[in-house]
């Protein structure tokens, strides 16, 4: 497994098609500059060597993961894709409010479902509010709450998913191992990402904040840098 030599594109196929459930040849070319005919080439390739993993779909104009979806290239580690996902960011010449991930430090394997995966990288890229089933260390079993994603966040521990609770009425961190279903994803986008604009994310220990840009009052600012650890 690994992204070195020539199976880089392989992996990457596989990456992107396992955690976000669907991979295109644009995908490819974004990654790696390459033209759109290469990129169906590999496409193609990957498909003739592991024809289980992918099936085209036309509608969607995209090779989507299938149910048998085996690992060959990638470790199935989320923290793989959300690595790979932070230094795309970090290589672009994009601004950092734009990014949906920031990372400092290495971290142990986690577990997550790549279906709730999913749909939380979607609810992040379309600034959705999301219905999820959370399992905090409070409580003996899941329970649902709606909330409003804003950015994945690694710290020295773990990644995380920083949003707005509507249950608790704060910006919490919740711990992408603990989610146990994905529910539904609402069509009102939240409002708070229209308010606060957030730029680097820098984590300590202490989940302290080194800088933030910012275009709102200080309170507003203030919920979003403070937020908590969800237990």
């Not at 396992?18 to 590999?42: E, R």
């Not at 990957?46 to 289980?52: K, L």
């Not at 529910?183 to 606060?196: E, G, Y």
């Amino acid at each position: 497994m690994g992204s070195s030599g020539g199976n880089r594109y392989k992996w990457l196929i596989e990456l992107l098609a396992y955690w976000q459930g669907q991979i295109n040849s644009q995908d490819l070319c974004l990654a790696y500059g390459i033209s759109v005919t290469q990129s169906k080439k590999y496409l193609v390739e990957y498909n003739e060597i592991h024809p289980q993993n992918l099936k085209y779909n036309r509608s969607a104009k995209a090779h989507l993961a299938q149910e048998l979806f085996t690992f060959n290239y990638i470790n199935g580690d989320v923290a793989e894709y959300l690595d790979w996902l932070n230094s795309q960011v970090n290589l672009a010449d994009v601004p950092k409010s734009n990014s949906i991930t920031h990372a400092e430090l290495r971290l142990p394997p986690r577990a997550i479902s790549p279906q709730i995966m999913r749909g939380l990288v979607n609810a992040v890229k379309q600034k959705r509010r999301i219905d999820v089933e959370y399992l905090s260390l409070s409580k003996t079993t899941a329970e649902g709450r709606v909330i409003q994603p804003h950015t994945f966040v690694k710290t020295g521990l773990r990644w995380h998913l920083r949003g707005y609770c509507e249950y608790r009425g704060d910006f919490r961190d919740f711990v992408l191992s603990r989610f146990r279903g994905y529910l539904k994803s609402w069509a009102q986008r939240h409002t708070f990402a229209n308010k606060i604009r957030v730029g680097i994310l820098l984590l300590n220990y202490g989940f302290n904040l080194i800088h933030v840009s910012h275009q709102s009052k200080r309170q507003s600012l203030n919920k979003i840098t403070k937020c908590k650890m969800v237990n």
